[in-house]
């Protein structure tokens, strides 16, 4: 069914609006676990256009219920707040060449501007789900080490009412259907250390480590699925002239699989204990992990998966493309709750200060997230 003209004239006359709120939300900074100044700006702007009951959680969402009551069922509909950077001043925003520039402008500030204009419209036209309630969800905690908190703490306190799930993230032309599982680790190598010349033939803390990642990508991976491994920060030591006595680093190992993920727990314990029975003191802790994909009903599957492609393929013209990933949906997901990701922009660069979307893609990806919304009303 086709968008109604009423629609697609509401989202015309507000494409210089959404323009604005992206470029002032753009800037405001948000790293993981530290989305206060988001949420406050989220929760405001949807009051200041008539949304009702919005409330932050405790996982700072920002929480737009609509038709939602004590107990009835609920569809979830989120885009994330925060972005990979710690930056806790404000981000730069620039505009070149039909490109809007800014540390995590695309992933996922754009899809998060879609979602708060749909929330917008429902709330000053007063709109009712036809079916249960809606849940409009400025989320936290997606990136790295957030450990999808915020999606994490809406299956908590909706537990047994969620349908279905939707998460406006990357770009669009492809759907997200599958939950590639992580496990994260920061781990801690101490040694006596001393001075680099009296003391030489110390315990270095460095050495131990590197001997140890290099240990751990001589790992083979297992064939299953797709799994991969990556060590992604290092650091320790005091000077140059210094054995190091500490020495750590952050770890992460994924797979669509949950087989696979099992054979990987096994394979990196079996390093620490390696490393251990030298007399190393090596210290680990869990700091990330996101689930893959329970048993979920795979006709209520298909038929969400179709739908977000419908949706779409209505206002682009590219291939469609579809697999597994790592996002909001592993929570939903791995309890069994039918859900997709899928965005709302096209752009580059993610995960970079240079990233970018391309202004001419906003005006097809309103069109999108209002149609994938609003089909519930």
């Known amino acids: 069914?086709?968008?109604?003209?009423?629609?697609?004239?509401?989202?015309?006359?507000?494409?210089a609006e959404m323009r604005a709120l992206l470029i002032?939300?753009?800037?405001?900074?948000?790293?993981?676990?530290?989305?206060?100044?988001?949420?406050?700006?989220?929760?405001?702007?949807?009051?200041?256009?008539?949304a009702e009951g919005v409330y932050i959680d405790r996982a700072l969402n920002v929480v737009y219920p609509v038709g939602v009551t004590a107990d009835n069922s609920v569809v979830v509909f989120m885009a994330h707040t925060d972005v990979v950077f710690p930056d806790e001043k404000p981000l730069p925003v620039t505009v070149e060449d039909g490109k809007i520039f800014a540390p995590g402008v695309g992933d996922d500030t754009a899809n998060l501007v879609a979602l708060l204009?749909?929330?917008?419209?429902?709330?000053?036209?007063?709109?009712?789900?036809?079916?249960?309630?809606?849940?409009?969800?400025?989320?936290?905690?997606?990136?790295?080490?957030?450990?999808?908190?915020?999606?994490?703490?809406?299956?908590?306190?909706?537990?047994?009412?969620?349908?279905?799930?939707?998460?406006?993230?990357?770009?669009?032309?492809?759907?997200?259907?599958?939950?590639?599982?992580?496990?994260?680790?920061?781990?801690?190598?101490?040694?006596?250390?001393?001075?680099?010349?009296?003391?030489?033939?110390?315990q270095n803390a460095i050495m131990y480590l590197a001997s140890m990642i290099d240990s751990l990508y001589a790992m083979k991976v297992p064939e299953g699925g797709k799994t991969t491994y990556n060590v992604g920060t290092i650091s320790g030591g005091t000077s140059v002239n210094t054995i190091a006595q500490q020495a750590e680093m952050l770890f992460e190992y994924r797979s669509s699989s949950r087989e696979d993920l099992k054979i990987m727990d096994a394979e990196f314990e079996a390093c620490i204990a390696y490393y251990r029975a030298k007399g190393i003191t090596v210290n680990v802790e869990l700091v990330g992990e996101r689930p893959c994909r329970g048993d979920v009903d795979p006709e209520k599957m298909l038929e969400l998966t179709l739908r977000a492609e419908d949706f779409q393929k209505r206002y682009m013209n590219k291939p469609m493309t579809y697999g597994a990933g790592s996002t909001d949906c592993n929570i939903p997901l791995s309890l069994g709750i039918p859900a997709v990701c899928y965005g709302v922009i096209e752009g580059a660069k993610a995960h970079t200060r240079e990233e970018w979307v391309l202004e001419e893609s906003l005006m097809p990806g309103y069109k999108i997230a209002f149609d994938s919304i609003l089909w519930h009303f």
Request: net charge negative; aromatic share 10%; proline share 3%.
């Open 1 to 15: 069914m086709e968008m109604s003209p009423e629609i697609l004239n509401y989202i015309e006359e507000h494409a």
């Open 24 to 50: 002032t939300l753009a800037g405001i900074p948000a790293p993981s676990n530290k989305e206060e100044k988001r949420a406050a700006f989220v929760k405001s702007w949807l009051e200041e256009h008539g």
């Open 117 to 202: 204009f749909v929330a917008r419209y429902i709330a000053e036209n007063r709109l009712t789900p036809k079916d249960g309630g809606l849940l409009i969800v400025a989320n936290s905690g997606e990136e790295g080490l957030g450990n999808l908190k915020g999606s994490r703490e809406i299956c908590r306190a909706f537990a047994g009412r969620i349908r279905e799930f939707v998460s406006f993230d990357g770009g669009y032309g492809s759907v997200c259907n599958d939950a590639v599982g992580s496990k994260r680790y920061r781990v801690e190598v101490k040694t006596e250390g001393g001075h680099s010349y009296s003391n030489f033939g110390n």
